[in-house]
């Protein structure tokens, strides 16, 4: 149990450093918070629009809308905007809570991964690398590309979020690769 704690405590370390790094450091995700000079006009005309948190699909059907009514909405939208938004009634620039939410989820997802990989003992290091890998593969195809797929997404927002899967989780699957397979 002290490897798998040791080694749950370094990967998470591993994966929120690089994820530090994508989003902050190296700015891998910046196409997907893109700047426009408008950004005060629309944040007032959303503020005067919208009274509650949310993420909103524009346009959509109302609740309770039969699918005929949401077709035909489809139908009359085709080839013309739409957008996709988060609200927040009120900004807060603390970041110590996200962060150490963010650090007990690579914490748990690191423990889980361990556990899935050791369940027929201690696997070489490689199968260890290339199942942390495909960890990050899976969430990455499961997450980001289908959410982003669906919605019609332009794909360079997604670039930052395969390499985040190939890097967090091939850094994290080198360091269990060696730790699990250290001999004492």
């Excluded at 408008?38 to 503020?47: K, T, V, Y």
Aim: charged share 15%; glycine share 10%.
């Amino acid at each position: 149990m002290k490897k798998w704690l040791i080694g749950s405590l370094v990967g998470a370390i591993l994966v929120f450093v690089w994820q530090f790094l994508s989003w902050a450091a190296l700015n891998l995700h910046g196409e997907e918070a893109k700047y426009t000079p408008a950004q005060d006009s629309i944040l007032q005309c959303l503020s005067s629009t919208l009274k509650e948190d949310g993420s909103y699909m524009l346009p959509t059907v109302p609740p309770g809308a039969s699918m005929s009514e949401g077709e035909e909405l489809g139908k009359q939208m085709d080839g013309k905007p739409w957008a996709s938004v988060t609200y927040k009634t009120s900004y807060s620039h603390g970041m110590t809570r996200p962060m150490i939410r963010g650090f007990l989820v690579d914490l748990f997802i690191i423990f889980c991964l361990i556990y899935a990989l050791t369940r027929g003992g201690t696997p070489t290091a490689i199968r260890v690398v290339a199942g942390s890998v495909a960890v990050g593969l899976i969430t990455f195809f499961y997450g980001p590309y289908t959410q982003h797929n669906w919605f019609q997404t332009p794909t360079e927002t997604l670039y930052g979020h395969l390499i985040d899967a190939l890097v967090a989780w091939g850094l994290a699957g080198i360091w269990l690769g060696w730790w699990l397979n250290r001999k004492k």
